[in-house]
């Protein structure tokens, strides 16, 4: 089949976690992605279908919003994985009936009842439909700011999935047991998690020349680099890292068992079959919640803690408050006060 030139193709080259490198082809810049390769009659069809959803934007409809969002900033500076996730999402509102409901029927409080069934059609999948719904959110929200809505129907509506992991941490019993089970390399990681609070993307692609004398100092993925995470480097770390060895600058801190980086989701494997071996409930992101209760123990204040981990003061107090204030703080102003004591005599 001969190649046909189609206007407005955006090519995008990226290295993947293991090395190789990938081509993804998008119907423009910002515009969703395709499958298969330039020439190909499936690429040709779904090229063709984009561009007609495209010219839908005059229109003044959900899919027209949709379009709009995937052409700025509010979308191109998502990290690259979070963009092909939310790109399937995006798909599936402008597919879907909904993505026929007009500017007007947004804004009409009653379209709530309307989000709330596509939402449902999901209700199998709680997490899945909450995760459908925060896209919404988010393209309504974006349409709020951009001046096109008055009202985002699609805010706060309750998550079907209630799980709440926000007060979870890693005891020193359960780090122990999972070492038991895991890999050298595999242990290394959840305890330099729990020591630095990283999140999985982050901690993965930690190098060495992010690791100071005081502070690991990176650029976070959630935030696509525009955030310095700022993290202090507690005695536990400092002996952790040395363990570990140092390596050259741009080596990764952490590598699996072949002497590689971890990909995200072979550490997260890995992680969740050695927490079923050692009967650990736990997760890689309850470090996080780890993480604040080593640093309240190093002596941090509660909004200190909460600035290097970015949270509300609130959250941070909660955590603390369970697991921290009402048993190792409290020991150590008991062990204080008998040290301070003990060189003095008792009133008579």
Not at 19 to 41: F, H, I, N, S
Not at 303 to 312: I, L, N, P, T
């Amino acid at each position: 089949m001969p190649f046909v030139k189609l206007k407005g193709l955006n090519k995008v080259t990226t290295r993947l976690a293991d090395g190789r490198v990938a081509t993804y082809w998008y119907a423009w810049k910002g515009g969703p992605r395709l499958q298969g390769k330039p020439g190909e009659p499936a690429f040709v069809a779904a090229y063709n279908a984009a561009v007609a959803d495209r010219r839908g934007y005059q229109s003044e409809t959900l899919a027209g919003l949709v379009v709009l969002y995937r052409s700025k900033p509010e979308f191109l500076t998502l990290a690259a994985s979070t963009q092909a996730e939310w790109n399937r999402w995006l798909n599936r509102l402008s597919a879907h009936d909904i993505g026929s409901l007009s500017h007007r029927a947004l804004d009409d409080r009653r379209v709530r009842m309307h989000l709330l069934e596509w939402r449902d059609e999901f209700s199998d999948r709680p997490r899945t439909a909450d995760y459908g719904m925060q896209v919404l959110s988010r393209v309504l929200g974006f349409a709020v700011d951009r001046g096109l809505l008055t009202h985002n129907h699609a805010a706060n509506i309750p998550h079907l999935y209630e799980a709440n992991r926000a007060d979870q941490i890693w005891s020193a019993e359960e780090i122990e047991a999972f070492c038991g089970k895991a890999s050298l390399r595999l242990g290394q990681a959840l305890r330099l998690a729990c020591l630095t609070g990283l999140r999985r993307g982050d901690l993965v692609k930690l190098q060495w020349k992010q690791v100071g004398d005081l502070v690991i100092s990176r650029a976070t993925g959630k935030s696509s680099g525009t955030r310095v995470a700022t993290i202090p480097l507690l005695n536990e770390t400092r002996a952790l890292l040395a363990d570990i060895g140092r390596g050259e600058p741009d080596e990764t801190v952490l590598t699996n068992t072949r002497g590689k980086p971890w990909s995200p989701a072979g550490l997260t494997h890995q992680m969740v079959d050695a927490s079923k071996l050692a009967g650990v409930e736990k997760t890689l992101h309850d470090a996080r919640g780890t993480f604040a209760t080593r640093l309240r123990l190093a002596g941090l204040a509660l909004d200190e803690v909460a600035e290097v981990m970015g949270w509300k003061l609130g959250r941070v107090s909660h955590i603390i408050t369970r697991y921290v204030e009402q048993d190792e703080i409290i020991r150590s102003l008991a062990d204080r006060i008998q040290a301070n004591g003990s060189g003095t005599e008792t009133p008579k």
